[in-house]
């Protein structure tokens, strides 16, 4: 098993750039999300999806769009990209959002120029 | 929402140490976990434990759901445990988490 697989591991863009970044999962969970990590700032929820078709805003969704059309994919878009997006985001999914354990993606580092 | 507070903020070990890392928080969880970030940065699952007491190895884990707070035991620390310990919790909401314990193991 892969686990959860988050691509690519490394990017620079400069404001203004979209891009996406992508992440796959191959356990068959329903619920996966997106985090960001910042210096100081722990791991904050950008957003997340309890099954194919549904997604919900976390605590910082502004700038980010996602959408989930199956169940192993959840891609993270950043449409207009800032320096304050400058960060590393990392992509976890779980069997359910309540009471299962959170596996994470190994991160992609993000440079906003 | 829920909040989370972990302590200390900062731990440094001799290898060989035994610690204890505590997580507070403000409201009744239905799931709370320990994860352990590495120097590389990954970020390591290591309990599920929504109450009572759980061990992996040297590392245990204890929540006491009633009194709102977890503790993760790290006994005969080797360098290999440092990095960034995080607990994250669940109520209503999707999993948030605290800020951290960055330990560091001197040998």
């Known amino acids: 098993n892969a686990g959860v697989t988050q691509t690519p591991k490394f990017q620079v863009l400069k404001t203004g750039q979209s891009m996406t970044l992508q992440c796959a999962q191959d356990?068959?969970?329903?619920?996966m999300s997106w985090y960001r990590q910042d210096p100081g700032m722990g791991l904050r929820l950008i957003h997340y999806s309890v099954g194919a078709g549904i997604t919900d805003q976390g605590e910082v969704p502004n700038g980010y769009n996602v959408s989930r059309s199956t169940t192993e994919d959840f891609p993270l878009r950043l449409l207009s990209a800032a320096p304050s997006q400058t960060s590393v985001y990392f992509c976890?999914?779980?069997?359910?959002?309540?009471?299962?354990?959170?596996?994470f993606g190994n991160g992609t580092r993000l440079t906003v120029t | 929402g829920i909040q989370v507070e972990q302590s200390p903020p900062d731990l440094i070990l001799q290898e060989g140490a035994n610690s204890t890392l505590r997580c507070n928080f403000s409201d009744s969880v239905n799931n709370l976990q320990w994860f352990h970030q590495n120097p590389w940065g990954q970020l390591i699952n290591l309990f599920y434990?929504?109450?009572g007491t759980k061990q992996n190895g040297r590392l245990s884990a204890t929540t006491v759901a009633t009194e709102r707070y977890s503790l993760l035991y790290i006994s005969s620390s080797q360098t290999t445990d440092s990095g960034v310990y995080f607990c994250g919790l669940t109520g209503n909401t999707p999993l948030v988490f605290g800020k951290g314990t960055r330990l560091s193991v001197i040998a």
């Open positions: 976890a999914s779980s069997r359910g959002r309540l009471r299962s354990p959170l596996h």
């Open positions: 356990m068959n969970h329903e619920y």
């Open positions: 434990i929504p109450s």
